[in-house]
């Protein structure tokens, strides 16, 4: 008895499923960058309190991280380091328009960094098929990260939540469209095996 240990047919339900879980990944993707484009404003105030709540949070984690350790040297730093999150984290809850207005070009110059990564990615990917909606994902959050350097501060609120969901529906689309060319090479090597 003999078997097919070819690494291909062995690859194939691993490499499916990957492709399957891609697929999945772009459509959720898709769909809440659409929210966020839907629900501008909502959205920017939403991210905005959800990266309040997470520095408030790694400021607590540093003040008992600075208590548990204050024999080893460092307790002042480590202490001033645990309040100045703390105080940005409530500073960013209490006064969320300046947070807005922060963060906004925070998200501008990660927008032109993601920007910059995701055309260096398409050219890496270029031989692939489907590669150019990479490559307009990263024209996309080019523009946009400029737009938001270009437009501040006066559309701050909704501009914040607008790029954000623009940015996560292209990513969501890129990845749809690069799981569907594995699915479609999956299927012409399924025919030519067969043929």
Do not use: C, H
């Not at 600075?66 to 002042?76: D, Q």
Request: hydrophobic share 55%.
């Amino acid at each position: 008895m003999t078997t097919n240990t070819s690494p291909d047919i062995q690859q194939t339900p691993d490499i499916q499923q990957r492709a399957n879980k891609a697929f999945l990944t772009g459509i959720l993707l898709s769909v809440l960058g659409a929210i966020a484009i839907a629900l501008p404003v909502f959205s920017t105030l939403v991210a905005e309190t959800w990266i309040a709540l997470i520095i408030a949070t790694a400021g607590f984690a540093k003040l008992f991280y600075a208590f548990n350790t204050r024999n080893e040297g460092g307790f002042i730093w480590k202490l001033l380091l645990s309040v100045l999150y703390i105080a940005t984290g409530i500073m960013l809850l209490v006064y969320p328009l300046t947070g807005v207005l922060t963060l906004t070009l925070l998200l501008g110059s990660f927008l032109l960094t993601e920007g910059v990564f995701e055309l260096i990615l398409a050219f890496r990917l270029r031989p692939k098929q489907n590669w150019t909606w990479v490559l307009t994902n990263g024209i996309v959050t080019l523009l946009l990260g400029g737009l938001i350097w270009f437009q501040w501060p006066s559309n701050a609120p909704w501009l914040l939540g607008t790029a954000v969901g623009v940015s996560i529906l292209f990513t969501g689309v890129s990845r749809i469209m690069l799981s569907l060319n594995v699915r479609t090479s999956l299927d012409r090597s399924d025919q030519a095996a067969g043929a």
